[in-house]
């Protein structure tokens, strides 16, 4: 046993890269993939994958069969479910290298780029790959005015980090942060509870909004006459996913006539409930900072007292 302790240490991995703090604005870290220096928008609504944007010079690059090393190519389809909605779509595992740390991944070339990137992004990548003992996404200095709100931290249903945020006894909401995106959505689930919670109503027309990997769904825009809080920040409204992961749940009623009535079901059946809520900038906007942090992994907001 004293002997194979050497090779053990030498195994292990190794520690954490310190703290990072990027600008909520533009949230890019420098990276290395299949040796060409990339630029990647940090998620932190993200899956633990990486998402090359069609227009990259790395999306070409990428479909080579060998990498400068010499390495053949790991090649597979990613499959994955946008509600109704199944994507298979190609990944290679390529060796990353973060702040000269080594990193392994999927890396995903999709028909679209991800919503909210700054200039000169080639990509996203999941915040559950950085190799950093904690990230903060920076919008202004804290003040007099602003609050923490610490939660603990979990990867969720979809292999997002996450938290849970109680409703009431019994009722939980599978709650995600995305600052890239513009408005928060919710599932036909998560929906059907923030009604309940916020006295809340469907309105206006039928859309369809880009929710992952370029898949448009159809949403209807919830209204709530009570704020409902979300760690602390007032929801006030939502994109409804009209008819993905809805369980036994059923929508809001609506205010305004739409014809015939909209049921929750879909090509795929009703899908099993998954009261998920992906809070988006049109919320987060009040917090002067969204950080992470791995071990004990939680989450901080520090945002404006509502």
Same mark, same amino acid.
């Given at each position: 046993?004293?002997? =194979?302790?050497?090779?053990?240490?030498?195994?292990?991995?190794?520690?954490?890269?310190?703290?990072? &703090?990027?600008?909520?604005?533009?949230?890019?870290?420098?990276? +290395?993939?299949?040796? #060409?220096?990339?630029?990647?928008?940090?998620?932190?609504? /993200?899956?633990?994958?990486?998402?090359?944007?069609?227009? %990259?010079?790395?999306?070409?690059?990428? *479909?080579?069969?060998?990498?400068?090393?010499?390495?053949?190519?790991? $090649?597979?389809?990613?499959?994955?479910?946008?509600?109704? !909605?199944?994507?298979?779509?190609?990944?290679?595992?390529?060796?990353?290298?973060?702040? /000269?740390?080594?990193? $392994?991944? @999927?890396?995903?070339?999709?028909?679209?780029?991800?919503?909210? #990137?700054?200039?000169?992004?080639?990509?996203?990548?999941?915040?559950?790959?950085?190799?950093?003992?904690?990230?903060?996404?920076?919008?202004?200095?804290? /003040?007099?005015?602003?609050?923490?709100?610490?939660?603990?931290?979990? !990867?969720?249903? %979809?292999?997002?980090? /996450?938290?849970?945020?109680?409703?009431?006894?019994? $009722?939980?909401?599978?709650? +995600?942060?995305?600052?890239?995106?513009?408005?928060?959505?919710?599932?036909?689930?998560?929906?059907?509870?923030?009604?309940?919670?916020? *006295?809340?109503?469907? &309105?206006?027309?039928?859309?369809?909004?880009?929710?992952?990997?370029?898949?448009?769904?159809?949403?209807?825009?919830? @209204?709530?006459?009570?704020?409902?809080?979300?760690?602390?920040?007032?929801?006030? %409204?939502?994109?409804?996913?009209?008819?993905?992961?809805?369980?036994?749940?059923?929508?809001?009623? +609506? !205010?305004?006539? #739409?014809?015939?009535?909209? !049921?929750?079901?879909?090509? $795929?059946?009703? *899908?099993?409930?998954?009261?998920?809520?992906?809070? =988006?900038?049109?919320?987060?906007?009040?917090?002067?900072?969204?950080?992470?942090?791995?071990?004990?992994?939680?989450? #901080?907001?520090?945002?404006?007292?509502?």
């Amino acid at each position: 046993m004293l002997l =194979a302790a050497p090779a053990a240490a030498a195994r292990r991995a190794p520690p954490p890269l310190p703290p990072l &703090e990027l600008p909520a604005a533009a949230p890019l870290i420098n990276a +290395e993939i299949a040796g #060409q220096a990339v630029r990647l928008t940090v998620d932190f609504g /993200g899956d633990d994958i990486v998402q090359i944007n069609p227009g %990259s010079t790395l999306a070409s690059a990428l *479909q080579a069969d060998a990498r400068p090393d010499g390495q053949a190519v790991d $090649r597979g389809l990613y499959r994955v479910a946008v509600g109704q !909605t199944w994507l298979a779509i190609r990944f290679s595992r390529e060796s990353l290298v973060i702040g /000269g740390r080594p990193v $392994r991944a @999927r890396v995903l070339r999709p028909e679209a780029a991800a919503p909210g #990137q700054p200039a000169g992004s080639d990509g996203t990548i999941g915040l559950p790959l950085l190799p950093h003992a904690a990230v903060t996404l920076r919008r202004r200095a804290a /003040g007099p005015q602003d609050r923490a709100v610490t939660l603990p931290a979990r !990867t969720g249903r %979809s292999d997002a980090l /996450g938290f849970d945020w109680p409703l009431g006894p019994g $009722r939980t909401l599978d709650v +995600e942060l995305h600052p890239l995106r513009a408005v928060t959505v919710a599932s036909a689930a998560a929906s059907s509870l923030l009604a309940e919670a916020g *006295q809340g109503h469907l &309105e206006g027309p039928v859309r369809r909004i880009p929710i992952a990997f370029g898949a448009a769904r159809p949403v209807r825009r919830l @209204r709530l006459n009570t704020p409902v809080p979300i760690a602390g920040l007032p929801l006030r %409204s939502a994109d409804v996913r009209l008819f993905d992961w809805a369980g036994k749940a059923e929508l809001p009623p +609506e !205010t305004d006539a #739409q014809g015939a009535a909209v !049921t929750v079901v879909g090509r $795929r059946g009703r *899908q099993r409930g998954w009261p998920v809520l992906k809070l =988006a900038n049109d919320v987060l906007n009040s917090c002067a900072s969204i950080a992470w942090q791995r071990e004990p992994a939680r989450f #901080q907001l520090i945002c404006a007292n509502d």
